[in-house]
C-alpha cells in the first residue's frame, strides 16, 4: 500500500516505510495538487504555468515533465502500481487516477465527513461514533503544513472546518454522556488547532468545572485571556467574561447542570458559520 499524507507534512510512504526521495518544493505542490485532485483531468499548459510560471514556457514544460516523471517513479514503488501506470499523460491533458492499491488521508477523511454528515441519514451521531473518532483522530494538522499557494490555503480552510465540525460533534457526545476527560481532551485539540474560536473555550471551561477541575478552568482562562490580548488586542467577549466571573465566584455551581445542557447540546453549531474571532478581525 502506498500511503500520502497531506494533513500535516507531505509524506508519502509504502508499507510504513518513508519515502526520501526529493522531489523539490514546486514538484512537492505539483504531487500534492495531483493527490488531492485525483481523477481530474489537468492540461499541461495550466500545470506548468501553476507551479513553474516564474521559468520561461520551455523550461517551464521541462520542468513540469521532470516532476512527473519523478511522481510516477514515486508510484512504481508500490509494485501493484505497475510502474504507475496511473498516472496517465495524453496530449496535452494529465490524469492521476485513483486505485486500490493508493491509500490518500485526505480523500479517506473526506469520506468518513460525507458519511457523518449525510442529510439523509436517519442514525444518530453517537450510533457513528467509532468512525467520527477515527476521523477526528486522523486529523495530523494543516493541509500541506508550510505550504502557502493559493489553491492550498483555500483547501486547508475546507479541511479545517470539516475538522473543527467532527471534533464539536465529538466533544458534544462525550459531555452529553458523562465523559468528561476525553471530552476535555478534544476540546483542547480544537483550541489547538483555532486558539481563537471563543465559544470553544467557553465549553473547555464549563468541561473543566464539571470534571472538578474549577482552579484549572481559572487558570486556562487567565492564560488564553493575556494571549488574546497580545494577539488580538481586545478583550473577550461578554458573555465569556460573564462565565469566568460566575466560575471564580462559585455562582455556577448553582446552573451548572442547564449551563452543560446549554453549551453541549448546541456545540455542535458552533463551527457551522461561525468562525474564530481572529478571522473576522482580518
Given at each position: 500500500?502506498?500511503?500520502?499524507r497531506?494533513?500535516?507534512?507531505?509524506?508519502?510512504?509504502?508499507?510504513?516505510?518513508?519515502?526520501?526521495?526529493?522531489?523539490?518544493?514546486?514538484?512537492?505542490?505539483?504531487?500534492?495538487?495531483?493527490?488531492?485532485?485525483?481523477?481530474?483531468?489537468?492540461?499541461?499548459?495550466?500545470?506548468?504555468?501553476?507551479?513553474?510560471?516564474?521559468?520561461?514556457?520551455?523550461?517551464?514544460?521541462a520542468?513540469?515533465?521532470?516532476?512527473?516523471?519523478?511522481?510516477?517513479?514515486?508510484?512504481?514503488?508500490?509494485?501493484?502500481?505497475?510502474?504507475?501506470?496511473?498516472?496517465r499523460?495524453?496530449?496535452?491533458?494529465?490524469?492521476?487516477?485513483?486505485a486500490?492499491?493508493?491509500?490518500?488521508?485526505?480523500?479517506?477523511?473526506?469520506?468518513?465527513?460525507?458519511?457523518?454528515f449525510?442529510?439523509?441519514?436517519?442514525?444518530?451521531?453517537?450510533?457513528r461514533l467509532?468512525?467520527?473518532?477515527?476521523?477526528?483522530q486522523?486529523?495530523?494538522?494543516?493541509?500541506?503544513?508550510g505550504?502557502?499557494?493559493?489553491?492550498?490555503?483555500?483547501?486547508?480552510?475546507?479541511?479545517h472546518?470539516?475538522?473543527?465540525?467532527?471534533?464539536?460533534?465529538?466533544?458534544?457526545?462525550?459531555?452529553l454522556?458523562?465523559?468528561?476527560?476525553?471530552?476535555?481532551?478534544?476540546?483542547?485539540?480544537?483550541?489547538?488547532?483555532?486558539p481563537?474560536r471563543?465559544?470553544?473555550?467557553?465549553?473547555?471551561?464549563?468541561?473543566l468545572?464539571?470534571?472538578?477541575?474549577?482552579?484549572?478552568?481559572?487558570?486556562?482562562?487567565e492564560?488564553?485571556?493575556?494571549?488574546?490580548?497580545?494577539?488580538?488586542?481586545?478583550?473577550?467577549?461578554?458573555?465569556?467574561?460573564?462565565?469566568?466571573?460566575?466560575?471564580?465566584?462559585?455562582?455556577?455551581f448553582?446552573?451548572?447542570?442547564?449551563?452543560?445542557?446549554?453549551?453541549?447540546?448546541?456545540?455542535?453549531?458552533?463551527?457551522?458559520?461561525?468562525?474564530?474571532?481572529?478571522?473576522?478581525?482580518?
Amino acid at each position: 500500500m502506498l500511503s500520502v499524507r497531506m494533513l500535516g507534512v507531505f509524506s508519502i510512504s509504502v508499507d510504513g516505510e518513508r519515502l526520501t526521495e526529493d522531489v523539490g518544493p514546486s514538484g512537492r505542490q505539483l504531487c500534492g495538487f495531483l493527490f488531492e485532485y485525483m481523477g481530474r483531468v489537468h492540461r499541461r499548459e495550466r500545470l506548468a504555468d501553476q507551479f513553474w510560471g516564474h521559468l520561461d514556457p520551455e523550461r517551464a514544460r521541462a520542468a513540469l515533465n521532470t516532476a512527473l516523471w519523478r511522481l510516477r517513479k514515486l508510484l512504481s514503488r508500490d509494485p501493484k502500481s505497475q510502474g504507475g501506470q496511473n498516472l496517465r499523460s495524453q496530449g496535452s491533458e494529465i490524469v492521476l487516477e485513483p486505485a486500490c492499491w493508493l491509500d490518500v488521508d485526505t480523500h479517506c477523511f473526506d469520506a468518513a465527513m460525507k458519511e457523518l454528515f449525510d442529510p439523509r441519514s436517519s442514525a444518530p451521531m453517537s450510533a457513528r461514533l467509532p468512525v467520527l473518532e477515527a476521523a477526528v483522530q486522523s486529523y495530523a494538522g494543516p493541509f500541506l503544513d508550510g505550504e502557502d499557494a493559493d489553491w492550498v490555503l483555500e483547501e486547508r480552510e475546507r479541511l479545517h472546518s470539516l475538522y473543527v465540525r467532527a471534533a464539536s460533534e465529538l466533544v458534544s457526545i462525550y459531555g452529553l454522556s458523562d465523559r468528561h476527560e476525553e471530552a476535555i481532551a478534544t476540546a483542547r485539540r480544537i483550541i489547538v488547532a483555532d486558539p481563537f474560536r471563543e465559544s470553544t473555550f467557553r465549553k473547555l471551561a464549563i468541561l473543566l468545572v464539571l470534571n472538578g477541575q474549577r482552579g484549572d478552568a481559572l487558570r486556562q482562562y487567565e492564560r488564553w485571556r493575556s494571549m488574546f490580548r497580545r494577539e488580538l488586542g481586545i478583550e473577550p467577549m461578554p458573555q465569556t467574561l460573564r462565565l469566568a466571573d460566575e466560575i471564580r465566584s462559585g455562582r455556577i455551581f448553582e446552573h451548572l447542570d442547564a449551563l452543560k445542557m446549554e453549551a453541549l447540546s448546541d456545540f455542535r453549531h458552533d463551527s457551522v458559520g461561525q468562525g474564530s474571532r481572529a478571522e473576522f478581525m482580518r
